[in-house]
């Protein structure tokens, strides 16, 4: 995210949570701001080394609240059957990072309101705090921090709620349109032209607001921005899964295929493959069904000198569960394979027989041809 390094912190319920280093930023502007303004204002009697510390034990606390909130997402998108790879924090807070959308929109309604659901919850604990300690007759030291995050966490609950697709509260929006609709596209679309407007709406705030004088308004336009360039992004993302899952590998596959005999040597195929031809990774054929893909990097890792004795069938590689598709998978489900990091191209095998390959090429000349459209 944002070309930063991302660390894990721990792993709670299996979900590990990890924070961007963009995060430490937004954690020392608000224990500054808490510890040189708004505490030194609100306890006047307590000395600055006070402040810092509770300005830190808010910060911290500020932070645990948007996790909590981030886990109730996370929790109900599993219960639902949707994998979650991790829980990132990062400057504009935190995000659960899941392998899938939600399937139906009864799923997504559900998934996105438990995150302002839970926001909602720990500010009605802190209510109920805040009632206790009055009652106790609790001094401001402690009644400041709890009122401060009562009011945090119903603030984040107001925020997320706004019906701006990808917030959560657009995201509710979108389910109850997806269901109206049935149609996930169009509610996607009009979820997130909300959130564009929603978007404008902030930064018009944050001009007014700053024009008169609150500079503290300028989070809004930063918000704003960020709001409404994720509101176009996640309908441009949206529409190309859409379209890909409407293709089949059988229609962008390059058929026939140049194979491999299991029993050529690294000798012949140094001069005649990988020399000679356009690629860099072939299927090995033997008696006519694929036994695995050898790519260049299989010359690498053996001697120079055992090129001649090595055949293609003993340094292949044979795990071929994760590159191996039949012609009527669409293009959206082998996304994954296409990373630069992994295989980078799907043999497509149908009845056990290699009718086809798709590579990283293929699937970017397909979309870059559907945004021509
Ligand atoms: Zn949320």
Redesign the pocket.
Known sequence: MFGLRSFTIGRFFGIPLEVNSSWFLVFFLVAFTLSTSYLPAALPDQSSTMHVFIALVMTAAFFASIVI??FA?SLVARAGGLKISRITLFIFG?VSQMDDEPKSPGLEFLM?AA??GMSLVLSGIGFGALAFLRGAGAGQVLIIPVEYLTFINLSVAIF?MLPGFPL?GGRVLRSILWAITHDMLKATRWASRMGQLLGYGLIAIAVIGVLNGSLDLIWFAVMGWFLSTLAGAAYQQQLLKVRLSEVTLASIMSSPVVTVPSDATLEEMAHSYFLGGRHSRYPVVAEGRVVGVIGLQALREVPREQWAATSAGDVAHTDLASVVATPAVTVDRILPQLEPSGAGAVLIVDDGRLSGIVTRADVIRLVSSLDHQ
């Open positions: 909130h981030e997402h935190g996105a995150g302002p997320n959560d």
